[in-house]
């Protein structure tokens, strides 16, 4: 119970960072004031301010505070600021750098997949695919095969780094594929795309596979640019339609 109340007002005050509740240079309320907002001891708050202050949100010193430390200095890779900043509105510059960080990083990593993968992962990447071609029918849920998918990808690539990254992807792709998801009519493509990448990989063609999920990505940047440009209403995601609560 004390592990998740210090969770609950790590996220809340989180978030509320991220959103722009409490810009950089703010002072977070005292601890008497968060003490009584969230009915939590202080030691739970400062246990979460700790938290907060990893990930490079605040920095805390006696006398003078919480204070919020600028968006430069914040780890943008962890992914629970990722889920923080996708409750901004307006959210699809912020998707659109996303997408720019996995076209540097996916290619590659599908590249060493076709080196590296082992039969078990290639197994992996099969089964996504599947439920991929699945959800087409109205089974399998699409959302789930495609991150999977590609989270097997940075495991086969056998780079421990980008492997690390697979939950900074996860909770991005949440929010990205709800852009960059097709029309009914063009998911069966959608889906022999991904395909494609995967017979690459299991061909061991490096190139080939690189290639492919170059594609892949920069068809994806492509829906999120025309999207930005309409400034469609359907662009702006509620965090209720991608399954992140949100911190009471």
Same mark, same amino acid.
């Given at each position: ?34 003490a009584e907002l969230f009915g939590a001891s202080r030691t739970v708050l400062r246990e979460a301010v700790k938290m907060l202050t990893a990930k490079g949100l605040v920095d805390a010193r006696p006398r003078r505070g919480t204070v919020v430390k600028p968006e430069t200095e914040w780890n943008l890779a962890d992914p629970d600021i990722l889920s923080w900043l996708l409750h901004r509105r307006g959210v699809l510059p912020l998707i659109q750098e996303f997408a720019e960080v996995r ?20 197994? *992996? ?76 990989? *299991? ?46």
């Amino acid at each position: 119970m004390h592990s998740s109340l210090t969770d609950r007002v790590a996220a809340s005050l989180g978030q509320a960072i991220a959103v722009g509740e409490y810009p950089p240079g703010a002072t977070l309320p005292t601890e008497t004031e968060l003490a009584e907002l969230f009915g939590a001891s202080r030691t739970v708050l400062r246990e979460a301010v700790k938290m907060l202050t990893a990930k490079g949100l605040v920095d805390a010193r006696p006398r003078r505070g919480t204070v919020v430390k600028p968006e430069t200095e914040w780890n943008l890779a962890d992914p629970d600021i990722l889920s923080w900043l996708l409750h901004r509105r307006g959210v699809l510059p912020l998707i659109q750098e996303f997408a720019e960080v996995r076209l540097a990083i996916e290619p590659a990593a599908a590249a060493l997949a076709a080196q590296n993968a082992k039969p078990a992962e290639i197994a *992996e990447m099969k089964d996504a695919i599947d439920r991929m071609r699945e959800s087409v029918l109205g089974g399998a849920d699409p959302l789930v095969a495609d991150i999977d998918f590609h989270v097997a990808i940075l495991k086969g690539s056998g780079n421990r780094f980008f492997w690390s990254l697979r939950f900074m992807i996860s909770v991005a792709l949440r929010f990205s594929i709800r852009v960059t998801d097709p029309p009914q009519k063009d998911k069966h493509g959608n889906v022999e795309d991904h395909n494609q990448v995967l017979e690459a990989i *299991e061909a061991g063609d490096k190139a080939l596979a690189e290639t492919r999920m170059r594609e892949l990505l920069t068809e994806a940047k492509v829906l999120l640019s025309e999207a930005q440009n309409r400034n469609d209403a359907a662009a702006e995601i509620a965090p209720s339609d991608v399954g992140f609560p949100v911190p009471k």
